[in-house]
């Protein structure tokens, strides 16, 4: 059962644009969010968190955007560089817990 | 500290035999996961340790699956009787506090049963 989805497998932008990966869950009780990149043959490298106290949160071109009444979230990257390009995936869980569930994962390819 | 390391990267064993995967965390992190992500699928929870205790083990994917902490650093994660399903990597995360914070992931150990 699929509790956290991302519904885009793959996404391609232009170097200097706007990239947003969205993330839609499914248990309101959720309180904690992640986005991880992973490059291949590594293991994900966290990348932001937000509290559901929270619907924004930012550091540096990233962006996180939360709306608890639609249970979704979403990834902006300002300005996208190829050096982004790398899977991203969203993670949800509870700041009280341990386990986080994953997303099935975004490709982003940020061309030159 | 140069993160959480795992060892070995890669694993090909026959199908039947028992594997062992070793994960050293950042080492002031009081708390250490396990985690499994097969192709096409985000990482999969496993278990985790909280020190040398292991407060969730109801997720381990079945008996077969078992994971230590001892002494609070290292952890192991073994696999008996393996089978050809059991290919995935397996992820290693620590992290540290009382509450969810962002969990360090290590390279992963890559699983191939034959």
């Known amino acids: 059962d699929q509790q956290v989805k991302q519904n885009s497998p793959s996404l391609s932008v232009q170097e200097g644009r706007i990239s947003i990966l969205n993330c839609d869950y499914t248990?309101?009780?959720?309180?904690?969010f992640l986005w991880y990149k992973k490059y291949p043959a590594e293991g994900p490298t966290f990348l932001i968190s937000?509290?559901?106290?929270?619907d924004k949160n930012e550091d540096g071109r990233f962006t996180v955007f939360l709306n608890k009444s639609a249970k979704h979230l979403s990834l902006h990257i300002v300005p996208s560089q190829p050096g982004d390009s790398a899977v991203y995936f969203c993670?949800?869980?509870?700041?009280?817990?341990?386990?986080?569930?994953f997303g099935k994962g975004t490709s982003l390819l940020v061309t030159p | 500290d140069t993160g959480v390391s795992q060892n070995p990267r890669h694993k090909i064993t026959k199908r039947g035999q028992n594997v062992t995967f070793r994960c050293d965390p950042i080492s002031e992190h009081n708390r250490l996961y396990w985690y499994r992500q097969t192709l096409g699928q985000g990482p999969e929870f496993l278990t985790y340790f909280q020190n040398e205790a292991q407060l969730e083990k109801s997720r381990l994917l079945s008996d077969r699956f078992s994971a230590e902490r001892p002494k609070g650093s290292f952890s192991t994660l073994e696999i008996q009787r393996t089978e050809q399903g059991d290919s995935a990597m397996y992820l290693c995360?620590?992290?540290w506090g009382a509450g969810q914070t962002e969990a360090f992931f290590g390279q992963g150990t890559r699983l191939t049963v034959v």
């Open positions: 248990n309101s009780m959720f309180d904690y």
């Open positions: 993670a949800a869980g509870y700041y009280s817990g341990y386990a986080l569930n």
């Open positions: 937000i509290s559901s106290i929270k």
């Open positions: 995360a620590s992290s």
